[in-house]
């Protein structure tokens, strides 16, 4: 496994229940509860808080001397798909998105053609008597447009498809 932080690329091997560092001074890495890691080389310990990660994106958000670094981690499998072109094989495809519920449109803030991000709001729709926004599961671009605002919506109605 690999793991990329600020420009500096360390690979690790897991032996003996423990994740070492390969081609530097001797790294091991040990939990120390839920959110917490101890790095430990021949001359010092370094204690790292793990504040976020995103398995999607295969990112880690860690805590180290009141600093907040991400690190991006590579695996065998990721290596062997970039190299054979199938680098996001893995990633799931979003085409299309649906009512998760019946409902009243109350707007669209989207357009076909327009490129969206994951995360952004698309889509009020209003669902007993509470506003919901629709966000977009996947970036991408809009192919099409199947809703207007204050049009009714069955659960699974297909709202908007992706290019």
């Known amino acids: ?12 091997a897991k032996e003996n229940n ?15 509860g839920e ?7 021949n001359n010092q310990t370094i204690q790292v808080r793990c504040l976020s ?17 991400t690190a991006k981690i590579t ?3 990721d290596e062997l798909l970039k190299s054979m072109g199938l680098e996001n094989a893995m990633v799931p495809k979003i085409s299309e998105i649906k009512a998760p519920m019946p409902g009243l ?3 669209v803030l ?4 327009q490129t969206v ?11 007993m008597k509470m506003e919901n926004a629709i966000k977009s599961p996947t970036a991408g671009t809009v192919a099409s447009v199947h809703v207007t605002k204050g049009q009714a919506v069955d659960k699974n109605f297909v709202l908007i498809r992706f290019e």
């Open 1 to 12: 496994m690999k793991v990329q932080i600020q420009n500096h690329t360390v690979e690790f």
């Open 18 to 32: 423990q994740w070492t560092a390969n081609g530097h001074s001797p790294v091991t890495v040990f939990s120390q």
């Open 35 to 41: 959110q917490t890691l101890l790095l430990q080389t």
């Open 53 to 69: 990660v995103d398995r999607l994106a295969k990112t880690v958000t860690i805590l180290y001397n009141n600093q907040k670094y």
């Open 75 to 77: 695996e065998p499998m």
């Open 105 to 107: 449109v109350l707007d």
């Open 110 to 113: 989207v357009s076909v053609g």
């Open 117 to 127: 991000e994951m995360g952004e709001k698309i889509i009020t729709l209003e669902a």
